[in-house]
Structures are given as structure tokens and as C-alpha cells.
């Protein structure tokens, strides 16, 4: 029995041989409050078609693993409750056990590749907590980016994470971290940080080309393409730097750990700005979107 179940546009675009770029869940059902977080998934798929690539959304619905959702699957799992949040770790328990569990980056990139995906644009990663030589708390994310032949485009980590040491981890785990048209690693809300970003390509012909060198070279893993949240919808460091304070602090008050860091930082955040941080989040993930399909156009043509 086959692994997973396509979508039949997912399906098509197999057979037909052409782009399609995998969506992770996570930010639908712990990243996004509804009804936003649906309507933002279906832009986002709106996104990817207009740029000339399939989306496969990819999640676990009652022990099933689903490449590519159809509306009324995203809509339900946008308002389900009790769903897994699901990492490399809790994967094959969730289907196993005929569980509902949205999959973080490593799951989706578990996912994608099962599936021949190459392919996949997210907001943001998980990463090396501030805090993390106490904690810790080091995301799967990073560990799977240096395992699985996924491309993923994000708008950087957020300054939630302790991003020097998320830099310094992928750097040891050979992960290419390369940032798209600039310099310096983006701050996911800002375009900009006081880092060097590790690699710089401006544009996706060569990611595509990077991307197929790695795998005819034999190495595992993917790569991390950091894309510049659009400079309309940025928030300044600045004004952030309070606000992340404040709700790292509460998180650790609350005795909140695990997995219950990123969404308690990301919801407590976006009270905190009074809704702009899901503004600016919407913005990148689009961003990402479009970048991803051109990136997986390219890499199509290069690799069929
Ligand atoms: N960072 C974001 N938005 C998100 C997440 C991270 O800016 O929605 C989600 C992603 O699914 C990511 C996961 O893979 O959180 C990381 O969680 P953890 O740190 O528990 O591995
Ligand atoms: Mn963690």
C-alpha cells in the first residue's frame, strides 16, 4: 500500500511531469488563527498556480498522509481541533495511531521527498532558542535540512530564535543557508540583520542549479533559501525587540516548553502587535511562494 495519497492535481502534475512546490500545515494550524490561517493557505495555493507550479499542502488527516489538500480538507483542518503538531519525531506514530497532525518544515520535507517533491516555501523555520544552552530547545527543522534533498524557501527565522547559533548549527550540519538578492540573513519580520548571510544567489535559475549539483554530487540534505520579506509589509527590528522580550519572558514564566514554544511566542506576538506581525507574516509567505514555484519551474527544466 502506497505511503501517502496525492491530491488528483497533485496527482496530474506527477504524471505530466511538472513544478510543484509542497506547503507545510503547521503554519495553517499552530502559526495563523482562523479564519485567517484558510484563507491565507488558499492565497498562498492561488500564488503558486499563478507562477506556474502545482501546491501540495501536505498533512496527516485521520492516519492518512496527504500530498496536496483539497479546499474542504484545508478548511477542516483549519478549524480541527486536537491536531498533532507533527516533527520527524511524532510522524509515523501520528499516521500509525490514525491520528489529524499538521507537519512542521522536517515533517513536510519528509513528506515532499517521499513524494518526489523537490520543492517547498514556508514563513519561517524553527531554530536554536534563545536560551538553548539551558534548554536545550534546538528545532528538528535543522537537523532534517541537512538529511532530506528539500529546498526550502523562508523568510529567514525569526528573532524569536537565537539566529547566530541557527546559522552556527546549520553550518556544522553542512546545511547551504543561501540568501536570495542581498548580503545580509533576514529577520523574517525585517528584510535585514546585523548577520552576513553564509551564501548569496540572486537568482532562481541558480538555486535550481545549486540544488542539482548537491544532489548529483551525492551529498544528503537540502538547502535553505532565505527571501527578504517585501519591504512594504517589514516591521522594524526595533520595535519588535520589546515585544519578543516580553513574550519569551511570559513563555518562561508559564513553564511553556517543547512544542509549545513557537506557537505560544508566535500568538502572544501577534497580540502584542495588534495583528501587524500576521500582516507581515502573510506578506513573506506569499513572497516565498512565488520564489519557490520559480525556483521549482527552473529546476524542473534542469532536472525533468
Ligand atoms: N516559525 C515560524 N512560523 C511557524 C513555525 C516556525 O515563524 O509556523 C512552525 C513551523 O512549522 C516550524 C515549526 O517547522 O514551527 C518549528 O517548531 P519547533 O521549534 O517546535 O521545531
Ligand atoms: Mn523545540
Redesign the pocket.
Known sequence: MSLFVMSPEVAKAKDAGTPIVAL?S??IT??MPYPQNVEVARKVEATVREHGATPATIAVMDGVLHIGLDDAQLEALATAKDVMKV?RADMPVCIAAGRTGAT???ATMIGAHLAGIKVFA?????GVHKGAELSFDV???LTELAATPVSVVAAGA?AILDLPKTLEVLETQGVPVIAYGQDSFPA?WSQQSDLAAPLRLDTAKEIAASHAMRRRMGLPGGQLIANPIPSEAEIAADVLAPIIAQATQEADEQGVSG?G??PFL?ARIFELTEGRSLEANIALVLNNARLASQIAVELCALEG
Open positions: 507545510e503547521t503554519i499552530h502559526g516533527s512542521t518544515v522536517a514556508t514563513g519561517g523555520i524553527g528545532s528538528a527543522d525569526k523574517f512544542k514554544v513557537t508566535l
